[in-house]
Nanobody, 115 residues
Framework: QVQLVESGGGSVQAGGSLRLSCAAS????????MSWYRQAPGRARELVAT????????YYLDSVKGRFTISRDNAKNTVYLQMTSLKPEDTAVYYC????????WGQGTQVTVSA
């Protein structure tokens, strides 16, 4: 079954850290650029970070630069988002995405950061 499954979300206080994981299955993970998006209540979904197929190129939303790190383990078919120095404005549902013409999305994982 072709799918992405996110995990690792939770509730933390400001300044805390979380590591999100996205496990891919049913397709050749190694040939796709992967991304993390987030959507806060009442707001549009926004691109947080992207990583190329072998991890040599990355992109970050300006507001997360220096705090978040995207990485991937092609042997485990998994992409990660390490989040540090979390802020209340990082509160959102975080989604993993396979970058294709018809994107593939995971179900999302909730991240809640309290002040």
């Amino acid at each position: 079954q072709v799918q992405l499954v996110e995990s690792g979300g939770g509730s933390v206080q400001a300044g805390g850290s979380l590591r999100l994981s996205c496990a891919a299955s049913g397709f050749d993970f190694t040939i796709y650029t992967m991304s993390w998006y987030r959507q806060a209540p009442g707001r549009a979904r926004e691109l947080v970070a992207t990583i190329s197929t072998v991890g040599g190129a990355t992109y970050y939303l300006d507001s997360v630069k220096g705090r978040f790190t995207i990485s991937r383990d092609n042997a485990k078919n998994t992409v990660y988002l390490q989040m540090t120095s979390l802020k209340p404005e990082d509160t959102a549902v975080y989604y993993c995405q396979r970058n294709t013409i018809k994107p593939l999305w995971g179900q999302g994982t909730q991240v809640t950061v309290s002040a």
